[in-house]
Structure formats: structure tokens, C-alpha cells
């Protein structure tokens, strides 16, 4: 059943704002003048926050020689950047529901958007994204599908029929979505992106990672996570024994890539490591 513009706007509305801490730390990293002492200050007046992010800068997936005690230190070990991006992903894990009864997997949920968030930021880096954006390019991979929850969460009695066709049918998921609801998770996702005001590629980059070939002048973020999840897809199917084509990109992918799909795949050979530190994100 469709799904109109009204209840697209209930389901957003109904998911819970970011704390005010991680609104102020958007905020503030907005500006490329950003004080260190001030985004200090923001993440020490909220202690949960504190006592996540120390955990996430202390985990595997950063890889520090040394244990990080204050969020000072974290700020000048790991950058504002990249602190501001642990700080999205605290509050993302923390207001999106963990339970639904439309059949959405969570754990295969959470499992694909870390490799997509991963793969994302590997692309980056052979793309010679700065160091300090490529953790743009991380979250936004971690939370481009964020759309699905909400559809399984608020909407499990028309979700459920979306995912059982999709188990049956050899058709991408977000094609089924505009066929049985009228709108996709991409969409859906987007409108809460900007509803949590995230930065302005980000949402970009939830909104278009399905569209990618049919929107002009596309940024390097949108092009990396449609790329990335194209090949997250594929080494899934690859894991599960699924008998997996090589995935289509587009021209526009093509071009910012710099060499084949089939090169870049092969080049991904401790994809499964990476994945594993970067667990820490949803463990938190």
C-alpha cells in the first residue's frame, strides 16, 4: 500500500531528536575555525557522550598505541572531524530502534551499512580524500539506510510484504519500495537526515546512493557510498555462496574510481578485518 507525504512526515517526527550535545557539536564543526576547547567543553557537559566516544577512540578500529583518559587527549589524537563523526554515530545507534516487527534483520542491518561505511572510506583514501574527511565518508556509509528502519519500525505491517517479496524476487530492495509503497528508504532516510540536521553531504549521500547516474553534478561523497554499496551488495552475495554478478556502476562512478569494478574489488582483500574493528561503532 503507498505510503503518502503525511505519514512520511508522522514517521520522521516521531523518531527522537539528537541530544542537544551532538546538535551543538555539529554546530560548532560546522566552521572550519572550530575551537578545540569549545567541542571539549560541549562533549565533557555530557557524560554519556564523554564515556562513549573515549570508548570508541580506545577501540581497535582506531588503532591508538596508547589509551586515550580525557576527551582533550581524543580531540588531538584522532581531529575534530572525526571526533564530530564519533559523536553522529553515538547518537544515530542510540534513537534508532533495535527491534521491529516487519522482519528487518538489525545484526545483517547494522553488519552491510559498517561495510558500507568501510568501504566508503577505503575509496576515499584511494581517492586521496584528506585524511581528516575520510571519516565523512564512514558515517555516511553507516547510515545510508537508515530509511529502512524506520519503515520496519513504524510501518511493519507494509514493510513486512516489501521484505518478503525481496526475499523471493531477484530485484534491488529500494525498486520494490517505490513499487509497493510509493517511495524508498533512501527518501525516507534523507528526510531524517535533515530533520537531525546533519551536514549537508551527508544527507546528499543517504538520499542519492540509489540515483547516483541520474542526478547532475553528484559530490565525491554521494559517487563513493552508491559505489560502496554496489560493492558491499556483491561481497555479500560472494560470503553467502550466492552466485553474484559483478555489480553495474555508473559512468559518473567509473570516472571518479579511476579503474574497473573488478580492480577495486580485488583490491578490498582486508575488507573483513576492517569490518571486524570497525564494530566497535554499533557495540557502544
Known amino acids: 500500500m503507498p505510503i503518502n507525504k503525511d505519514e512520511l512526515v508522522k514517521m520522521v517526527d516521531e523518531v527522537p531528536a539528537f541530544p542537544a550535545s551532538v546538535h551543538k557539536i555539529l554546530d560548532i564543526t560546522s566552521n572550519t ?5 569549545e567541542l571539549v567543553a560541549i562533549i565533557e557537559h555530557d557524560p554519556i557522550l564523554t564515556i562513549k566516544v573515549l570508548k570508541l577512540v580506545n577501540s581497535a578500529y582506531f588503532g591508538l598505541s596508547r589509551e586515550v583518559t580525557s576527551v582533550n587527549h581524543a580531540v588531538v589524537y584522532v581531529g ?15 534513537v534508532l530502534p533495535d527491534k521491529n516487527k516487519a522482519g528487518l534483520d538489525m545484526d545483517a542491518f547494522w553488519l552491510h551499512s ?16 584528506p585524511q581528516t574527511q575520510q571519516a565523512n565518508y564512514f558515517v555516511a556509509g553507516l547510515l545510508h539506510d537508515i530509511g529502512k528502519v524506520l519503515f520496519a519500525h513504524f510501518k511493519p505491517n507494509d514493510y513486512k510484504p516489501v521484505l518478503d517479496t525481496k526475499a523471493r524476487v531477484p530485484a534491488p530492495l529500494f525498486k520494490i519500495e517505490r513499487k509497493m509503497l510509493d517511495v524508498t528508504h533512501s527518501q525516507l532516510g534523507g528526510m531524517l537526515a535533515e530533520k537531525w540536521q546533519l551536514p549537508p553531504d551527508l544527507i546528499k549521500a543517504i538520499r542519492n546512493h540509489h540515483r547516483i547516474g541520474k ?10 557510498i552508491s559505489a560502496a554499496n554496489k560493492i558491499s551488495h556483491y561481497v555479500e552475495e560472494k560470503q553467502h555462496d550466492i552466485e553474484a554478478q559483478v555489480p553495474k556502476i555508473s559512468e559518473v562512478e567509473s570516472e571518479w574510481l579511476g579503474q574497473s569494478i573488478e580492480d577495486v574489488i580485488h583490491s578490498l582483500d582486508n575488507l573483513e578485518e576492517e569490518i571486524d574493528r570497525a564494530k566497535a561503532f554499533i557495540n557502544i
Open 33 to 37: 575555525d572550530c575551537s578545540p576547547k
Open 80 to 94: 575534530i572531524n572525526t571526533i564530530k563523526n564519533v559523536a553522529i554515530s553515538v547518537a544515530t545507534a542510540g
Open 114 to 129: 559498517l561495510s558500507v561505511g568501510v568501504i566508503g572510506r577505503l575509496l576515499a583514501k584511494k581517492h586521496a580524500v
Open 215 to 224: 542526478i547532475s553534478d553528484p559530490c565525491d561523497i554521494e559517487i563513493a
